[in-house]
């Protein structure tokens, strides 16, 4: 069976990674639509249109039996359209409020994610259902997905830019300080140990990838058996630069 992983970017490698590891047996396709990335500062209808766009011809080439959506920005507009139209299971990724809700003792979380998915109202449904006792803050980040893409190929990032677009996520109430902070985009994973070390104090960095991971496998059935097939990456804006090749091979994905 083909599962097909989805991010704007390789963003979306801190979920594939976990459900390869739970799924071995399925072939995986990563497609990153570089061509429009960053799409966190995307209007939503012209957002909406484009991925439609991209899940029709991929879904028509690969034939999965799955798609997830390894992107919050992506989910939280797509999803229903995409249930809507496709007769497959479809997992999202979107921001881990509810477990960050029940894991807080100080009450004060804060949910880091892109511009466009703090403003959606998926988000604000979700702070609305699941966090109602918790002062949730919801922090968009204009440049750190374009710096976490910058980490993943180079091994370095400026630090003074990562901490400019993080500081908001840390509050003190009259001593009851943030201390959970919900990595709600694909890419920040790949960043948390910087994260860790510009902290003002240590937090719990939420990443939903493994519970995604989980929940996929639970919707699949499992033969147990060992695939022969390599799993594939594809990039919507061609044949990437040799660093990125370089990247995907390290994930074990050949470029097609
Ligand atoms: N990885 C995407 C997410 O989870 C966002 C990256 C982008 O801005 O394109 O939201």
Redesign the pocket.
Same mark, same amino acid.
């Given at each position: 069976m083909t599962i097909l992983v989805f991010?704007?970017?390789i +963003?979306?490698l801190s979920v594939l990674r976990e459900a390869r590891v739970l799924m071995p047996e399925h072939r995986f396709v990563y497609v990153a639509d570089d061509a =429009?990335?960053?799409? +966190? +500062?995307w209007e939503e209808g012209a957002l909406t249109v484009r991925l439609l766009d991209v899940f029709d011809d991929l879904v028509e080439r690969y034939q999965p039996s799955m798609i997830i959506v /390894?992107?919050? &920005?992506? =989910?939280t507009i797509i999803l229903p359209h995409l249930r809507k139209r496709y007769t497959i299971p479809i997992v999202g990724?979107v921001p881990a409020i509810k477990p960050a809700a029940e894991r807080t003792a100080s009450g004060q979380v804060s949910v880091l994610? &892109?511009p +466009? &998915?703090v403003q959606r109202d998926y988000t604000r449904s979700l702070v609305a259902e699941f966090a109602r006792d918790v002062n949730v803050r919801l922090v968009g980040a204009e440049n750190l /997905?374009?710096l976490a893409e910058e980490f993943m190929l180079t091994g370095s990032v400026d630090d003074a830019a990562v901490e400019a677009e993080i500081s908001d996520c840390f509050t003190d109430r009259l001593g009851a300080r943030t201390d959970v902070v919900v990595l709600?985009? &694909?890419?920040?994973p790949f960043l948390a140990n910087v994260f860790r070390r510009l902290a003002p104090w240590p937090v719990d960095w939420l990443n939903p990838a493994e519970a995604i991971g989980r929940h996929a496998q639970s919707l699949l059935e499992h033969s147990g058996e060992i695939k022969d097939v390599q799993d594939v990456a594809e990039f919507t804006k061609g044949r990437p630069q040799p660093n990125m090749l370089r990247l995907m091979s390290g994930f074990g994905l050949k470029v097609v």
């Amino acid at each position: 069976m083909t599962i097909l992983v989805f991010d704007s970017g390789i +963003g979306g490698l801190s979920v594939l990674r976990e459900a390869r590891v739970l799924m071995p047996e399925h072939r995986f396709v990563y497609v990153a639509d570089d061509a =429009s990335f960053p799409i +966190g +500062g995307w209007e939503e209808g012209a957002l909406t249109v484009r991925l439609l766009d991209v899940f029709d011809d991929l879904v028509e080439r690969y034939q999965p039996s799955m798609i997830i959506v /390894a992107c919050n &920005t992506a =989910s939280t507009i797509i999803l229903p359209h995409l249930r809507k139209r496709y007769t497959i299971p479809i997992v999202g990724t979107v921001p881990a409020i509810k477990p960050a809700a029940e894991r807080t003792a100080s009450g004060q979380v804060s949910v880091l994610a &892109t511009p +466009g &998915t703090v403003q959606r109202d998926y988000t604000r449904s979700l702070v609305a259902e699941f966090a109602r006792d918790v002062n949730v803050r919801l922090v968009g980040a204009e440049n750190l /997905a374009v710096l976490a893409e910058e980490f993943m190929l180079t091994g370095s990032v400026d630090d003074a830019a990562v901490e400019a677009e993080i500081s908001d996520c840390f509050t003190d109430r009259l001593g009851a300080r943030t201390d959970v902070v919900v990595l709600a985009c &694909t890419h920040y994973p790949f960043l948390a140990n910087v994260f860790r070390r510009l902290a003002p104090w240590p937090v719990d960095w939420l990443n939903p990838a493994e519970a995604i991971g989980r929940h996929a496998q639970s919707l699949l059935e499992h033969s147990g058996e060992i695939k022969d097939v390599q799993d594939v990456a594809e990039f919507t804006k061609g044949r990437p630069q040799p660093n990125m090749l370089r990247l995907m091979s390290g994930f074990g994905l050949k470029v097609v």
